[in-house]
């Protein structure tokens, strides 16, 4: 048997989106910025796709939606406005949280060293951040709060509704990081009290290499690549046309199913939680409800989770560690070790994340493969020798 377990580093792409992006490709190969007809039926198509992401994410007319090469991209552009924005008016500092995207840290690390002033909150041992402790924050100088909405390694939800409310009081702009929450649970960025959202359609169904940035009316935006007056001024480059449409496509039916899918999905996490809680040692990283839909998230001591991963692909089960972005890292996680992880347990952790296709079968297929493949590690590791042995102390 074979079961994809890592929809959060992509999930694949819908039929429906696979058909729509080749019908754009072949019959809206227009430049949309062309005056000609072929052009404009491009530019019809374009402003269509635009108008339905829009309404999936709750905005309004005066709203912007700009179209990207994925959530990266959208992450930098919000962030990098908004620090913009505030240096102007002397405003430098930007809260966020310990546990961001790299796509969200890595910004407001080169920003630090451009004079910025960076907090980055902490989280409980759940990997919940305190919406008392980012309000202790906040003063006249923050120029942007960016907090994710639902974290890609332990899936775990943020109140950035509450977050927002108090942003707004204070008239700070508020960025939320919501790439592995669209498509997965509901999603309106005027609810929200977003000012800036990211998403990445890869995550739900659509193609790779497209995202979008909300922009609520009247919050800055500038533009990350220059050369073009595409996407209103606000990103240079000719659109991305056949991945957009297949976008709006792939978001339309992620949404129309989502309150069957978030049930199943539920299901299918509880079940997996409870199976692989059953290994000694081992725990669950992240709170058990509050928490994406399909995202399960453990950690097992006494082995490494490279050597878990390629046992269980062996298996016929690919699965991650963590955040695909840092795969190729030998560093832990620095997500686990917000939450409280040690570097040694840190080292031993597998994320299964299920989607719309995944059964219970493969559930249980799941369970048994990591059981069977945390054994045999533990059975030569020297580290797991010494745990037994009594000379190391269990921590899990």
């Given at each position: 048997m074979q079961v994809y377990a890592d929809n959060a580093a992509t999930a694949p792409i819908r039929p429906a989106a696979l058909e729509a992006y080749v019908t754009a490709a072949r019959e809206f190969y227009g430049n949309p910025s062309s005056l000609?007809?072929?052009?404009?039926?491009?530019?019809?198509?374009?402003?269509?796709s635009r108008g339905r992401i829009a309404r999936a994410l709750g905005a309004t007319n005066a709203d912007k939606i700009i179209f990207t090469s994925g959530g990266s991209e959208a992450d930098n552009q919000a962030i990098f406005s908004a620090a913009r924005a505030g240096a102007r008016k002397g405003k430098r500092k930007i809260v966020s949280t310990a546990i961001e995207h790299h796509a969200v840290l890595h910004p407001l690390e080169k920003l630090r060293r451009e004079g910025f002033e960076i907090v980055l909150v902490p989280v409980d041992k759940n990997g919940i951040v305190s919406v008392q402790d980012i309000e202790k924050e906040l003063s006249d100088d923050v120029c942007l709060v960016s907090v994710m909405l639902a974290n890609n390694e332990i899936g775990t939800l943020q109140p950035v509704r509450e977050i927002g409310a108090v942003c707004k009081a204070r008239k700070i702009p508020l960025h939320t990081d919501a790439v592995q929450a669209v498509g997965h649970i509901p999603v309106n960025a005027a609810e929200?009290?977003?000012?800036?959202?990211?998403?990445?359609?890869?995550?739900?169904?659509?193609?790779?290499?497209?995202?979008?940035?909300?922009?609520?009316?009247?919050?800055p935006l500038f533009p990350l690549i220059?050369?073009?007056?595409?996407?209103?001024?606000?990103?240079?480059?000719?659109?991305?046309?056949?991945?957009?449409?297949?976008?709006?496509?792939?978001?339309?039916?992620?949404?129309?199913?989502?309150?069957?899918?978030?049930?199943?999905?539920?299901?299918?996490?509880?079940?997996?939680?409870?199976?692989?809680?059953?290994?000694?040692?081992?725990?669950?990283?992240?709170?058990?409800?509050?928490?994406?839909?399909?995202?399960?998230?453990?950690?097992?001591?006494?082995?490494?989770?490279?050597?878990?991963?390629?046992?269980?692909?062996?298996?016929g089960v690919f699965a991650s560690s963590g955040s695909a972005c840092t795969s190729g890292s030998l560093d832990p996680s620095h997500v686990l070790l917000a939450i409280g992880r040690v570097h040694d347990v840190a080292h031993g952790s597998l994320r299964l994340t299920l989607g719309e296709e995944n059964t219970e079968e493969e559930v249980d297929y799941l369970i048994s493969s990591v059981c069977e493949v945390v054994e045999k590690l533990r059975a030569f590791s020297p580290v797991w020798r010494e745990l037994t042995n009594g000379k190391r102390k269990f921590i899990l």
């Open positions: 000609h007809e072929t052009g404009q039926a491009a530019k019809e198509a374009l402003e269509n929200l009290g977003a000012d800036y959202l990211s998403l990445s359609a890869h995550k739900f169904g659509g193609p790779r290499g497209c995202g979008a940035l909300y922009v609520r009316a009247g919050a220059e050369g073009g007056a595409q996407e209103k001024g606000k990103r240079a480059g000719t659109e991305n046309l056949p991945a957009i449409v297949a976008t709006a496509v792939a978001l339309d039916e992620a949404l129309n199913a989502l309150p069957q899918t978030a049930q199943k999905l539920t299901r299918l996490r509880d079940r997996l939680i409870a199976g692989l809680s059953k290994i000694p040692h081992s725990a669950l990283n992240g709170d058990e409800k509050q928490r994406l839909p399909g995202n399960v998230s453990f950690c097992f001591e006494g082995i490494e989770g490279e050597g878990l991963l390629l046992y269980l692909s062996d298996m």
